[in-house]
């Protein structure tokens, strides 16, 4: 396997885009590919490297596009695929790449794959058992059996085989049988259609779940490897980061990066969520409660993050990347319960100074807030305590009713936010050089200023209670005390040269002073 990180990628300022609810060019009340290029000037002008697009193939939306119905088709609500050929030129021209989000594991059951299968006994595209079995859902079509899904029942999963057989279920296919080749086969012919249309990469959609009852992930380790070679070979520019949640496991497994989650176990939900718990104070998002250090009342502590991180650089380095978001589709956003906008700026300086590669979800950087209590939209609850439409809703472009979406009762997947005096929106804080917004960018330009704060940096971490102090490359100084009381840490280096980015920050020899909720990053 290649041990190489495409150099566009290498240090990149990632954004995450909702196609659905990011830009409306045509006032249908839904967000399209123009509207995403319409916008491309404001991501340029943020500094963002890469987009990467929740799924916008076809599909019948039970998922949110997640349940794709045709994986070589762009979905009409969205535009054609000459219009997301054309969004991906015009965003290459303005120094940004496009990546789609690859629903690998599953279709939705209106695929004409599933169809097919559905009606012949013969076809093992998918995983299907003669009995009922726990969690296999009734055949829908003339094929008796059952067949397994892979999230919701209208999202079966595809069949890449099982890692171990069992003679008590016979459906359990080895991974070289004749079903698990063709849908590796179809990999590849669906990527290679979109590198060859101008996309430069994926985000892999669950990419831990293709091969069933695997141990150690080992086939499907081998799986992605072997994947990993070919676009090396084929497309050696192009990207490929994972949803999984664990790097230390997806990187040797063939990804170029992969993201720290919210959601898991001890050694992939909860290094997240004790750096920013995003919990939505209504006990709706269903994750258990961790301190975390990004906490108004400092009951955090930062070092159980960076002892997740320090364990997984060290399996990855030389091979790829750890991907830090500030949230995306399926969690709470950085502004969410208690947690106001006024205590994003300490976040925005910790994601950005330290040594992963940062992915900001879209409206983040204005402070758009996680709405509770939404109705369903398209799959978006998951159970009582799960909702995920309050991630969703349109990018805040301005402070108008609709935010650039239609009012339109027609055809609304989400209503557009009602205006409010202190609703942020991304015109007012453009225009406002102490605004979120113009923090954000102007640390997104010192990292790409100043290599010593990206990803292949050193760093030297010297307190991680509060204030949070670590040193970049040993030229900077990077202080955050995102809790909302001062604090103070004893400091027997010399003083730093200048400030570069924040407030609310002194560092003299013997005492760094900080005021609540308040970053510095220092040239040394």
């Known amino acids: 396997m ?74 009409p609500r969205y535009g054609s695929n000459a219009a997301l050929a054309e969004l991906a030129d015009r965003a290459r021209r303005s120094g940004i790449r496009v990546l789609l989000d690859l629903v690998a594991g599953h279709t939705s059951d209106r695929h004409p794959w599933f169809l097919a299968s559905a009606e012949d ?70 990527m290679a259609h979109w590198l060859d249309l101008g996309i430069s990469g994926f985000r892999v959609d669950m990419a831990a779940s293709l091969v069933k009852d695997d141990p150690g992930y080992a086939e499907t380790s081998r799986l992605w490897r072997e994947l990993r070679g070919w676009l090396a070979d084929a497309h050696p520019d192009a990207a490929l980061l994972a949803e999984w949640g664990d790097p230390a496991v997806s990187v040797p497994a063939g990804f170029h990066g992969d993201f720290f989650l919210q959601f898991g176990g001890p050694t992939t ?15 709706e998002d269903g994750w258990d409660p961790v301190p975390c250090y990004f906490d108004a009342e400092g009951h955090g502590d930062l070092e159980v993050f960076v002892s997740a991180w320090r364990e997984a650089a060290e399996v990855t380095a030389g091979l790829g990347r750890i991907v830090l978001p500030t949230a995306n589709h399926d969690f709470s956003r950085l502004a969410c319960g208690p947690r106001g906008r006024e205590q994003l700026g300490p976040a925005f300086a910790f994601q950005l100074t330290w040594p992963t590669l940062p992915a900001i979800y879209y409206g983040d950087e204005i402070g758009m807030r996680y709405v ?23 990018m805040q472009w301005d402070a108008g009713p609709g935010a650039g979406f239609s009012t339109a009762p027609a055809d609304r997947l989400y209503l557009p936010l009602d205006p409010a005096p202190d609703r942020p929106d991304v015109a007012s804080q453009r225009a406002d050089r102490g605004s979120l ?88």
């Open 372 to 394: 509770p209590g939404l109705p369903d939209v398209e799959g978006s609850v998951l159970g009582p305590r799960y909702n995920r439409a309050g991630s969703r809703t349109p």
């Open 269 to 283: 939900g909860r290094p997240m969520r004790s750096l920013w718990n995003n919990r939505t104070g209504t006990d």
């Open 437 to 524: 917004l113009r923090q954000v960018r102007r640390l997104v330009a010192l990292r790409k200023e100043h290599p010593e704060l990206g990803a292949d940096g050193d760093v030297e971490v010297l307190h991680t209670g509060y204030p949070a102090v670590y040193v970049r490359g040993g030229r900077f100084l990077v202080v955050l005390n995102p809790r909302r009381g001062e604090a103070r840490l004893a400091y027997d280096r010399p003083a730093p040269r200048r400030l570069l980015a924040g407030s609310g920050v002194e560092v003299e020899k013997g005492e760094v002073r900080t005021e609540g909720f308040s970053y510095g990053v220092f040239e040394l």
């Open 2 to 75: 290649p041990e190489t990180v495409p150099t566009w990628l290498s240090d990149a300022v990632l954004y995450q885009v909702y196609p659905q609810t990011f830009a409306d060019s045509d006032g249908d009340g839904v967000g399209d590919f123009a509207g995403i290029a319409e916008h491309l000037e404001y991501l340029a002008w943020l500094g963002v490297d890469a987009v990467w697009l929740n799924p916008c193939f076809a599909s019948p939306f039970r998922d949110a596009g997640y349940d794709v119905s045709d994986y070589l088709t762009a979905a």
């Open 121 to 190: 006994p013969a076809d093992h595209r998918f995983i299907w058992s003669d009995r009922p079995v726990d969690g296999f859902v009734a055949s829908p079509g003339g094929r008796a059996g059952w067949y397994r899904p892979n999230f919701f029942d209208c999202q079966p999963a595809l069949n890449f085989g099982y890692a171990r057989s069992d003679p008590e279920q016979p459906w359990r296919q080895p991974v070289d049988a004749e079903g698990p080749r063709a849908n590796r086969a179809a990999l590849r012919e669906v």
